[in-house]
């Protein structure tokens, strides 16, 4: 069981816009900046937003980060075939002194 | 180019050890946080150990329950991971990665992770 808590999968058709949600708590969510990473079956993890809401280079601006409360929300619009992968979010927890992350979410373009 | 190859991998049966190694280069290596983190065959992303630049303060995940050491030596700019008492759902794919400044910040460069095996 996951401290931060994603869907297991989430769904959409090429071109709409899809949310993933990440849950979380006032010791960690709450506390301090949310990472989100993609990861393609086989491949290592890629960060593509960091700090809530910001895009490193070369993440598309179709990848957007958003945080309320103790949840934050990665958005991805103008879908593509090639955006289907999985997708972690983590955070630093201030009561268990470690990095925790969501359970994945796993992107399905139909 | 920012580089981390991590190294020390292999077969091991439970209650063993074994020493995972990351070689990086590219960057100013003391200047950052390092972690490792790990994935089990079909599983999720699981943060393992991290330290400060300096490798003086250190933060483990809580399902180690001392079993693992995380190292770093600046001088010959490389991370380390100790492992011992190993158990069979310590395999995985462990991962070498840099953090963007300190141990609570994204994780923003991932070395291609090394597989680690226990079955007796």
């Known amino acids: 069981q996951s401290v931060l808590t994603q869907p297991p999968s989430v769904s959409a058709a090429p071109g709409q816009r899809v949310t993933i949600s990440c849950s979380g708590s006032n010791s960690n969510i709450g506390r301090s900046y949310v990472s989100w990473y993609q990861q393609f079956p086989g491949t290592v993890p890629k960060l593509i937003i960091s700090d809530d809401r910001n895009r490193p280079s070369g993440t598309p601006y179709r990848f957007s980060g958003s945080k309320s409360g103790t949840s934050a929300t990665l958005g991805i619009t103008g879908l593509q075939t090639g955006d289907e992968a999985s997708y972690y979010c983590a955070t630093w927890d201030f009561s268990l002194n470690a990095v925790v992350f969501g359970g994945g979410t796993k992107l399905t373009v139909l | 180019e920012i580089q981390l190859l991590e190294s020390g991998g292999g077969l091991v049966q439970p209650g063993g050890s074994l020493r995972l190694s990351c070689a990086v280069s590219?960057?100013?290596?003391?200047?950052?946080?390092m972690s490792w983190v790990r994935q089990a065959p079909g599983r999720g992303l699981e943060w393992v150990a991290g330290l400060n630049g300096g490798g003086d303060t250190t933060y483990y995940g809580e399902s180690l329950e001392g079993r693992f050491i995380i190292s770093r030596d600046n001088l010959k700019n490389t991370l380390f991971l100790q492992m011992s008492s190993l158990r069979v759902e310590d395999a995985a794919i462990y991962y070498c990665?840099?953090?963007?400044?300190?141990?609570?910040?994204?994780?923003?460069?991932w070395g291609q992770g090394t597989v680690v095996s226990v079955s007796a």
């Open positions: 990665v840099k953090n963007q400044v300190s141990v609570v910040d994204a994780f923003d460069f």
């Open positions: 590219g960057f100013n290596f003391r200047s950052y946080a």
